[in-house]
């Protein structure tokens, strides 16, 4: 199945809003759900994203997709002049701004609703964007792409942190089993929304993987593009540049 096509809860509004809707309906719940699904192994994948940005000591850091704000929390150990998260889930980011409020980073990062595809920030605005499990989720991943692209200044960075699929056979068939049974399972059980986390695995089934993905990069211009395996294969970090 084409990864575009697979939608949250199959009907006919746009895939954008049911994906919106769905983390609306789960937002209370996930920040705890990722914690105990991923064991907190996560916060460590979004550090070396982080330690991957911090060459270039980045002063503006868009954070793309950026849910209850963890990705943009992160940033803020770089020191930039100023983060800025969107989202297209108001329910996500209100949990968001609560955690920034406790942290003191509501002057530093601010939240704003904006689809990636159409955010219509000038050309050449940040010098990094970060995406965490975002770009899978996206309707039209190529015009999402070449729009961040687009807002990122020339020699800006991308880091981008999506699951992925693990290659050794045995890794693989035990993530399998994972994902496809207890996640949904324990996501039915946990969350109030009982489509969310199947949507979770079916989505990450169909989407481009490790050289997959940095195909699609490429064809939508990022230069210097690479992939690193993170904690087996289970997640990928991408970056490029423009
Ligand atoms: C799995 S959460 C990830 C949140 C956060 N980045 C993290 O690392 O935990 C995915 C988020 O992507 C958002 N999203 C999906 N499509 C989007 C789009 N086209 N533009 C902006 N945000 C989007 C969803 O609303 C959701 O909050």
Redesign the pocket.
Known sequence: MKHDTVTPYHSKEEK?EQ??QM?NNIAGRYDFL?SFLSLGIHKGW?KKCVKALSKKNPESILD?????A??AIACATLHPKKIIG????DG?MEVGRKKLNDLGLSQLIQLEN????TLTYADNTFDAIVV???VR???DLEK?LKNLLRILKPGGQIVILEFSYPKNWLIKFGYTIYFSYVTPLIGRIFSSDKRAYSYLTESVKAFPHNENFVKVMQNCAYKNTSYHGLTFGVAAMYIGEK
């Open positions: 954008k994906v919106a983390f990722n979004r793309v997709a950026t849910g209850t963890d990705f969107v989202d297209i889930s996500m904006g689809n990636a595809e965490g499990f975002g989720n996206f309707q999402g």
